[in-house]
């Protein structure tokens, strides 16, 4: 048996992080980014890492039909996805880019704001990445950056971790590791002065996360993963992470804390 029938999930890498990812665990933190990086109708900016654009489509919605909004992520079917997603009426038209963030394809000072949201923690050279998002904010201009906290600190994923540890092995588990790997506020605010940035502001946030149950958030991360298992491999998983988060179930489903790191500043003068 394949594992997309195994999960009971089908679709690329993209489609399953935006239908079964998206609505619990990220988009209740993009009203937050948003909120440190204030935008403004008329204005412009760039979402840069955008993922399937949960970020962007609500910008859109902020700087309205006068602003402009640029939503850039390295990974086509990411970006496929972000572009099929219906925006509400009203907001900016929203132009989709492939590309790096080491090598952003704009003009110096093309932005006056410049988002990113769970992104930077995969970027290879964190610093040029940030340089690259100064250099193209207009004077005054400012970025808003958010990564997780710590695995530990965001249960769902430490209990898969443990759970895929002990079933499937280290190799496995070690996945769910870089999305955590830029945790730290200290070295936010290090690597955001290394890249010039001023006027920063560092913040460790608590919110939530929720699925229909704990055997919804263990299929869909081995859909997403591609992991191959069993009928058996997959109840044992599911037994397993309700067990470790028991204390978060309840008659309306799986309701657990998740923590990251907010990150806002300005281009130096």
Known sequence: MDASNVWGITGNWA????????????A???ARTLARAMPRPGERLLDVACGTGTVTHQ????????????????????????????GQNGGATIEWREASVESLPFADGSFDVVTCQFGAMFFPDRVAALKEM????????RLALTTWGPLERNLGNAAMAQAWG?????????KLQPPHSFNDPAEMRRLLQAAGFGQIDV?????????????????????LAGLEADVA?????????????????????????????LASGQPAP
């Not at 602003?67 to 219906?86: C, F, K, P, T, W």
């Not at 002990?166 to 070690?174: I, M």
Request: aromatic share 8%; net charge negative.
């Open 28 to 30: 209740p933190w993009s």
């Open 59 to 86: 910008a859109a919605q902020i700087v309205g039909p006068m602003g402009q909004v640029v939503g850039l992520d390295i990974d086509a079917e990411a970006l496929a996805v972000a572009r099929s997603v219906n």
């Open 134 to 141: 100064g250099r193209v904010l207009a004077k005054g201009g």
């Open 166 to 174: 002990e079933r499937v092995g280290a190799e496995q588990a070690a």
């Open 203 to 223: 913040q460790v946030q608590v919110g939530r996360a929720r699925f229909p149950s704990p055997q919804a958030l263990v299929c869909g991360y081995g859909a």
């Open 15 to 26: 489609e399953i992080y935006h239908a079964y990812f998206v609505p619990s665990i990220t």
């Open 233 to 261: 491999m997959r109840d044992n998983l599911c037994a397993d992470v309700a067990r470790l988060l028991d204390a978060y179930c309840s008659a309306e489903g799986l309701d657990y804390p998740t923590e990251a790191v």
